[in-house]
């Protein structure tokens, strides 16, 4: 085994593989970028190497060279499946831990996974060039997709024969951004399918097996949110079916390591599947094939790049219980899951489950990388089991500061498509899921907060007292007028009996009675914001007053919804549009946004240029409308 392994990458997939190195008494390599210097993964290696970027492979190797790293561990994103960096890796005489180069690019390219899976015999999706895709009589709905990497970036779903062209330059650009690697392909897009994986390992002494399914259908911008396994719809002979296709593609390709073999299938009968791609790295969902197989995959990936043989074969993998994983990112569902940012003021993990995560208070989460910032995973004995101790691990979830998913995954889980397992990859576009407690609880629980805080703050000083407390032990009522989320004002009244019902049950939270309902909410201030938390569920409120402006802008004005930089601005000042023609387009987390015209009219002004970056609710361009004085 090894002495010293770098881990050349970041997040929460860096400190899950340094925990494994510190398990089996590896030295472990963290890099770093200097907006990194302080990222937890940093600290928890036995050193660490400041890098310019995660991307400069020289970079990499040489802080191998400086530390006496023996193996360098990819993670997953970034270079995890580029055959340059297994290839300098070997150069230098650094264990890649991680397929042989020549087995990423054939895999890591799709059209080239494709043809080696019907080579194999695995079934895959019919795929058109450009001039039949745009030929009439190509049945729609088509999905635009780039040949390489992976992660959902660089694929377009398209409708309409007349959205073609733009969908290709769009998800061009993505894919360059993403990947280094402009390459797209077409192929058929079915409209309600469901996507299982199925989990491979394979050594260099030719033993290859799988270790079950993934169900892996509930994505949003063709991203997963919730993974588990095993599927729901997956009994005893399909299993055997998808493992035997995942281990066939696996052994004619020359794989080694830890990959994954991904299907797209039937919503009803999901017996008719057909390949989607292989990830020839560690999958981010992994934890759930961890808890149901008892095996740590990482430790198996130290061992086969060791030279190790498999430590099991295909009768000894058995599947045990039900395990779920829910990813928590920077993303406001509200908005259509755009990414956010922030400083984390406050955050809570759940107890008594796994959570691998990136970030601690002080964690600055801008948009240069990607939104997942923790993992919650949680084993039951059964599905159900699994999904109620899910529900209670996201309830218990607490982050302030920036806004996230937690509240929208419990929001999902409680549907009935979701507890009878009718999952497919549209349904979290489909569902009309509850915002959470409404805004007048949010608001109300926010003004007692504060006037407790400002009650604790005054002291005993009758004089300072700024709670409405009286000589004649009577409090006085307080008006409050708070705009939560970003919201419209919502005016809250309160008596002086309700600040009683306000009691500390941590350092930073507070129980507090509404009716007959008794619940915690956490809080956080951040200058005149206060962030408070409840149930998973988390809001930034602000005060306003009478005279300032509602969230609403007038019809022809274009604010930023998200932060992010500024990728094209394909309108010009004067020029006349109709309301959906594209004015601007943001790039954040890789991901693209085209913000459009909201009104006929003549653009008036465009307040940013190519490269700035800007934030939420940053003016982008205004549209006079037409027939404007």
Not at 125 to 134: D, G, H, M, N
Not at 215 to 220: A, D, K, P, T, V
Request: proline share 6%.
């Amino acid at each position: 085994m090894f002495a010293n392994v770098l881990v050349a990458n970041r997040g929460e997939i860096a400190r899950r593989v340094i925990r494994t190195l510190d398990r089996l008494g590896i030295g472990s390599v963290a890099v770093f970028t200097p907006a990194d210097r302080d990222a937890p993964h940093v600290h928890e290696a036995s050193e660490a190497v400041s890098v310019s970027s995660y991307l400069a492979i020289p970079e990499l190797i040489a802080a191998c060279t400086r530390t006496a790293a023996e193996a360098l561990h990819p993670g997953y994103g970034f270079h995890s499946e580029n055959p340059d960096l297994a290839r300098a890796c070997a150069q230098a005489g650094v264990v890649f831990v991680g397929p042989p180069p020549e087995v990423s690019e054939l895999m890591g390219d799709k059209l080239r996974a494709k043809a080696a899976a019907e080579q194999a015999g695995v079934p895959v999706v019919p795929t058109f060039s450009e001039a039949e895709a745009a030929a009439p009589g190509t049945p729609y709905p088509l999905l635009v997709k780039a040949a390489a990497g992976g992660g959902g970036r660089g694929m377009r779903v398209v409708d309409r024969r007349e959205d073609l062209q733009s969908a290709l330059e769009s998800a061009r650009r993505e894919a360059q951004a993403g990947f280094g690697d402009d390459r797209v392909f077409i192929e058929r897009f079915l409209l309600r399918a469901r996507h299982i994986e199925v989990q491979v390992l394979g050594d260099t002494h030719g033993n290859v097996l799988h270790l079950g399914e993934r169900e892996c259908s509930l994505q949003r911008r063709h991203q997963k949110v919730i993974e588990e396994s095993p599927s729901p719809v997956v009994g005893p002979e399909l299993r055997a079916r998808l493992g035997a296709a995942a281990v066939a593609l696996a052994r004619a390709g020359g794989y080694i390591g830890a990959g994954t073999v991904e299907f797209i299938t039937a919503f009803e009968n999901p017996a008719e599947h057909y390949f989607l791609e292989m990830n020839a790295r560690l999958q981010v969902e992994h934890p759930v094939t961890e808890l149901v197989c008892g095996l740590d995959l990482v430790e198996a990936q130290l061992r086969v790049a060791a030279g190790e043989p498999l430590a099991l074969d295909q009768s000894q993998v058995l599947l045990t219980g039900h395990a779920i994983e829910a990813r928590i990112n920077a993303e406001d569902a509200t908005r259509d899951f755009l990414p956010a940012a922030g400083r984390v003021l406050a955050y809570h993990r759940p107890p008594g489950v796994r959570v691998d995560d990136a970030i601690e208070v002080g964690s600055v989460i801008d948009t240069s990388y990607d939104s997942l910032l923790a993992k919650v995973i949680v084993h039951g004995s059964d599905r159900q089991m699994a999904l109620s101790e899910l529900d209670r691990a996201l309830a218990h979830t607490t982050v302030l500061g920036v806004t996230t998913t937690t509240g929208f995954l419990r929001s999902l889980i409680a549907t009935d498509e979701v507890r009878t397992g009718q999952l497919d990859t549209g349904l979290v576009q489909r569902v009309n899921l509850p915002p959470g407690p409404p805004s007048e609880t949010v608001a109300r629980a926010a003004a007692l907060i504060s006037l407790r805080l400002l009650s604790e703050r005054s002291g005993d000083e009758p004089f300072a007292r700024a709670d409405g407390w009286r000589l004649g032990g009577q409090r006085a009522r307080s008006w409050w007028r708070l705009a939560v989320g970003g919201g419209d004002a919502v005016e809250v009244v309160l008596t002086g009996d309700e600040a009683v019902a306000v009691q500390p049950s941590a350092a930073d939270a507070f129980t507090l009675i509404f009716g007959d309902e008794r619940h915690e909410w956490t809080y956080a201030e951040d200058g005149d914001t206060l962030w408070v938390g409840c149930g998973g569920w988390a809001w930034p409120v602000r005060h306003r007053d009478a005279d300032q402006s509602e969230a609403g802008q007038s019809g022809g004005d274009l604010r930023a919804p998200m932060p992010g930089q500024v990728l094209l601005v394909p309108a010009s000042v004067g020029e006349e549009v109709h309301a959906g023609d594209t004015l601007v387009v943001l790039e954040s987390m890789k991901m693209e946004l085209a913000m459009t015209a909201p009104v006929d009219g003549t653009v008036a002004e465009l307040s940013v240029a190519v490269g700035d970056k800007v934030g939420v609710d940053q003016p982008l361009a205004r549209v006079e409308p037409n027939g404007s004085p």
